[in-house]
């Protein structure tokens, strides 16, 4: 990067399973605002936008024209992002190293209460001729790959099933989480089967909420109050959508983007570079799956590493701490910006009494999920 970027303000929703009282753009309006007052500044000190805005997910047709007004963007140019939150904070880091822009605002929002029935959106994203016929559900796709997963690297269903127990449990100390509770590893087990060895509690629930980020170039830090936490590596890649072409055994998209990231931030050592992560549990299993993708467990050994209390918010390298998308809620696109948030409050020690001991560097990993094989990896720092 030619010149330090890093987040200045950061505004936020609590998480929930449904807001019939709130729209869309009420939400982010209000995080809009927590942004700007966090960051020092007004909607007139902002130089443009980056919005995630999936028409198809949203059921709105060209839905970046709802963004400009709540958040005080009127005539601003808007950069809309069909991608998650992790794609979206790059393109803003590229606008700012351009030169055109000192200031950005990156906004994600989910509300997934409105869609009545998410199957049938997600069915629409996969291959017309040769899987959608066969109107299977979605989830399937998470299925086969968690059991190719286990098979490959010999972590198990239990162990996956501690990755819940351990994001929900973390969730009880997030003032934001949708989901938290106290769950053992065998409700997990015993809930119910939805694609083999997939099971119900296995799932990240959806949830609603709005995130608000305002990034900035350091040479406009003069001018913003907001404690900087500075981005110092991200990249992002898409395999191949192909259910009958890609490889199944392992996340090959994390590990790429993970081995840019690192290269960009300078990270020679994950496991010990790293005082935490926030990595995607869409699916418990994905997480074991990303940490071992991310190199922060050998192949094989994340279960056993979860097992002994490594990933623990108390352990060696505590791995969503905030509780997760299990235990928050899964925000669609937005669900990195989730993990953004936890990474700004870790850093800026604002984390409260899930607060990481010298928390001076984190990571954020993200996946599109089913039936992409699309993720994102940022390295950010409190220097």
């Avoid at 209460?113 to 998470?142: C, K, Q, T």
């Avoid at 991200?234 to 998209?253: H, K, M, P, Q, V």
């Avoid at 998308?325 to 604002?350: I, W």
Wanted: hydrophobic content about 40%.
């Amino acid at each position: 990067m030619t010149e330090k970027v890093a987040v200045v303000g950061a505004g936020f929703t609590s998480l929930r399973a449904m807001s019939p009282d709130m729209s869309f753009r009420e939400m982010v309006f209000d995080a809009a605002v927590r942004a700007y007052e966090d960051a020092g500044i007004t909607p007139r000190d902002i130089d443009s936008v980056v919005a995630l805005g999936e028409d198809f997910r949203e059921g709105t047709c060209i839905s970046d024209e709802y963004v400009p007004d709540q958040l005080g963007a009127v005539q601003k140019p808007v950069q809309t992002v069909s991608g998650d939150g992790l794609q979206g904070l790059g393109v803003a880091a590229m606008l700012l190293n351009t030169g055109a822009c000192e200031i950005v605002v990156l906004e994600g929002h989910s509300k997934a209460s409105n869609i009545r029935h998410p199957a049938h959106v997600e069915a629409m994203a996969l291959d017309p001729g040769f899987v959608r016929p066969h109107g299977w559900h979605p989830v399937f796709v998470a299925g086969l790959e968690m059991r190719r997963f286990l098979h490959e690297s010999g972590n198990t269903a239990a162990q996956a099933a501690r990755v819940v127990a351990k994001n929900r449990r973390n969730a009880l100390r997030n003032p934001i989480a949708a989901y938290p509770a106290k769950v053992s590893f065998e409700q997990v087990l015993e809930s119910r089967p939805l694609a083999e060895p997939l099971r119900e509690l296995d799932c990240a629930a959806p949830a609603d909420g709005a995130f608000v980020f305002v990034i900035a170039r350091e040479s406009a830090f003069k001018r913003l109050r907001g404690q900087p936490v500075f981005l110092d590596g991200i990249s992002w890649i898409s395999d191949t959508c192909n259910l009958f072409t890609r490889g199944w055994g392992e996340a090959s998209y994390t590990r790429q983007a993970a081995e840019r990231a690192y290269a960009m931030a300078g990270v020679s050592s994950p496991s010990r570079d790293l005082n935490f992560a926030e990595v995607d549990d869409s699916f418990a299993y994905k997480e074991l799956q990303h940490i071992e993708a991310l190199g922060l467990a050998p192949k094989g050994q994340g279960g056993t590493m979860l097992e002994q209390g490594a990933f623990d918010a108390g352990g060696k390298l505590p791995v969503n701490v905030s509780g997760g998308s299990l235990g928050c809620g899964h925000l669609h696109d937005a669900s990195s910006l989730r993990g953004l948030l936890e990474a700004v409050l870790q850093l800026r020690g604002h984390a409260g009494e899930r607060q990481v001991a010298n928390a001076r560097r984190g990571l954020v990993c993200s996946w599109r999920s089913i039936p992409t094989a699309t993720g994102a990896v940022a390295v950010l720092s409190r220097r």
